[in-house]
Nanobody
Framework: VQLQASGGGLVQAGGSLRVSCAAS????????MGWFRQAPGKEREFVAR????????SYADSVKDRFIISRDNDKNTVYLQMNSLKPEDTAVYYC???????????WGQGTQVTVSS
């Protein structure tokens, strides 16, 4: 599967932004989809995931109650709605896919999100 992230940009603190990740290939519904981010000088960190099958979601504590992950299996797309953005959310956001929820073997190219104070 190939992943293409989009929707990043510059937003003021307190604002909202939605990033998307379109997947090519078959059986998208069988992939757990995740969002990760990497800020300058820091390691890549988990942000959110939506499972295959039941679509169970989970979030990093730092984004819980502010970010919402969702998926549209008909469009082979996963979304990350980011609300109440903070400058510390500034990072390159990557989407990733794990077949049947095992290992994230597939990664998108990343999209830059910058939150100004």
């Amino acid at each position: 599967v190939q992943l293409q992230a989009s929707g990043g940009g510059l937003v003021q603190a307190g604002g909202s932004l939605r990033v998307s990740c379109a997947a090519s290939g078959r059986r998208f519904s069988r992939y757990t989809m995740g969002w990760f981010r990497q800020a300058p000088g820091k390691e890549r960190e988990f942000v959110a995931r939506v499972g295959w099958g039941t679509g169970t979601t989970s979030y990093a504590d730092s984004v819980k109650d502010r970010f919402i992950i969702s998926r549209d299996n008909d469009k082979n797309t996963v979304y990350l709605q980011m609300n109440s953005l903070k400058p510390e959310d500034t990072a390159v956001y990557y989407c990733a896919a794990a077949y049947l929820g095992t290992k994230y073997d597939y990664w998108g190219q990343g999209t830059q999100v910058t939150v100004s104070s």
